[in-house]
């Protein structure tokens, strides 16, 4: 059998993603591949909250040719924080503001830093940065090519995995997603539908609440007898329903330590970052910690007061833009949260919904709005 090694999510840290070629045998401290033989899948997730996701995907690209050359394979998966990118390029405000608030200021600050520009002074969001994944850009390109999941043997990977729904089969479910990706219109309408099935919570992109029956049921569908995920941070490594499911994602952006999953000839290892790797048995429950996760995005201390009026997001002449009306602070998942109203701008037509936001995002994404902001109903 061919050796598999398996990366989770990298989120920007390019720092990891080289360290964990090095250390794992892949390539040279050069970048050329050495591995032989060996494939890479990596989950998905090469974008947003760490310091150089665009260095990520560059590094991705090499890595394709590099061990094409070499006599390797490289499979790099479609994560939900690609598909928010290409949603951006793609699509509405409101599709903006949801990569921004997901991670996808990482990716602007990496940008504005290789233009010796500063994030704090290029606010609003630059519309040329959008542009990097508008459909016809390089990165639109290469990452609307990536597959949702790969199968090998008995092991089904994907970013998310899969349940509650009936996929017939690995190439069913690629093909669904390539037809998404085909159509930017598409991805502008669906890539933020919280209940589509693809791009949805439940999907193969999102999903996070796995009930044992339905991933059994999914694997007996498909033919496999293990789903190795990433999206979900566990510290390390997590067996769950009886060997049905294998979580990979350590958090390594928050940890700084890389860590990988090897398959060889049946034999599984989970290797971390300074450690002699562990042989694991993939059937039976276990979850092997190596650091603590910690929460995305961090929580803050609250700097804004009831009654403010935030500017999330906006185009520099106001004409589109999203604010946040701060009614109260509320604790939800071991965070604080504000709780308060959307207030979304497009052109003279305003809407409004009930809202939710961890401090992390409104501290790091918005700016106290002025008096300049003609707000309907609302003081300021």
Same mark, same amino acid.
């Not at 699509?91 to 608030?101: D, E, I, K, T």
């Not at 990979?248 to 398959?263: H, N, P, Y």
């Not at 989970?270 to 450690?275: D, K, L, P």
């Given at each position: 059998m061919v050796r598999l090694v398996v990366l989770g999510d990298l989120h920007g840290r390019v720092d990891l993603f080289r360290s964990a070629l090095i250390g794992l045998g892949l390539t040279d401290s050069s970048g050329r591949w050495i591995g032989?033989?060996?494939?890479?899948?990596?989950?998905?997730?090469? %974008?947003?909250r760490g310091p150089d996701p665009l260095a990520c995907l560059s590094l991705a690209r090499e890595l394709e040719e590099s061990a094409e050359a070499g006599g390797g394979q490289t499979v790099f998966l479609l994560g939900n924080?690609?598909?928010?990118?290409?949603?951006?390029?793609?699509?509405?405000?409101?599709?903006?503001? &949801?990569? *921004? *608030?997901?991670?996808?200021?990482?990716?602007?600050?990496?940008?504005?830093?290789?233009?010796?520009?500063?994030? $704090?002074?290029?606010? +609003?969001?630059?519309?040329?940065?959008?542009?990097?994944?508008?459909?016809?850009?390089?990165? #639109?390109?290469?990452?609307?090519?990536? +597959?949702?999941?790969?199968?090998? /043997?008995?092991?089904?990977?994907?970013?998310? /995995?899969?349940?509650?729904?009936?996929? !017939?089969?690995?190439?069913?479910?690629?093909r669904v997603v390539a037809e998404l990706l085909a159509s930017p219109r598409a991805i502008a309408e669906r890539g933020t539908a919280q209940r589509d099935i693809v791009t949805g919570r439940t999907g193969p992109l999102w999903l996070r609440d796995h009930r044992c029956d339905g991933v059994g049921r999914a694997n007996d569908q498909l033919g496999v007898?293990?789903? @190795? @995920?990433?999206?979900? +941070?566990?510290?390390?490594? $997590?067996?769950?329903?009886? &060997?049905?499911?294998?979580? @990979?994602?350590?958090? *390594? !952006?928050?940890?700084?330590?890389?860590?990988?999953?090897?398959? =060889?000839? /049946?034999?599984? $290892?989970?290797?971390?970052?300074?450690?002699? +790797?562990l042989r694991t048995n993939p059937r039976q429950d276990q979850h092997l910690v190596v650091h603590q996760p910690v929460p995305v995005p961090p929580s803050r201390p609250p700097r804004y007061r009831p009654g403010q009026l935030v500017w999330m997001y906006g185009s520099t002449d106001k004409?589109?833009?999203? #604010?946040?009306?701060?009614?109260?602070? =509320?604790?939800?998942? &071991?965070?604080?949260? #504000?709780?308060?109203?959307? %207030?979304t701008r497009d052109g003279a037509r305003w809407s409004q919904r009930e809202a939710e936001l961890p401090t992390g995002h409104v501290e790091g994404l918005g700016r106290l709005a002025g008096m300049s902001h003609d707000v309907p109903g609302e003081e300021q």
């Open positions: 032989g033989r060996t494939c890479l899948i990596q989950l998905g997730d090469l %974008l947003d924080h690609e598909l928010l990118a290409l949603a951006a390029g793609c699509g509405s405000h409101q599709a903006r503001l &949801g990569w *921004m *608030m997901n991670g996808g200021d990482a990716v602007y600050a990496e940008w504005l830093g290789r233009r010796g520009e500063d994030m $704090r002074q290029q606010w +609003p969001y630059q519309e040329e940065f959008f542009q990097l994944f508008a459909p016809g850009s390089e990165h #639109y390109q290469w990452l609307a090519a990536r +597959p949702a999941c790969w199968q090998e /043997g008995d092991l089904f990977f994907s970013h998310a /995995g899969v349940g509650d729904h009936d996929w !017939v089969s690995a190439e069913e479910l690629n007898a293990h789903q @190795i @995920i990433g999206h979900s +941070p566990c510290g390390g490594l $997590r067996v769950s329903c009886d &060997g049905a499911l294998v979580n @990979i994602d350590s958090g *390594m !952006v928050q940890a700084g330590r890389w860590t990988a999953l090897e398959i =060889v000839d /049946g034999t599984w $290892r989970f290797w971390a970052e300074g450690r002699s +790797p004409s589109h833009a999203v #604010y946040f009306q701060i009614e109260r602070l =509320v604790a939800r998942h &071991g965070l604080t949260w #504000y709780h308060g109203k959307m %207030l």
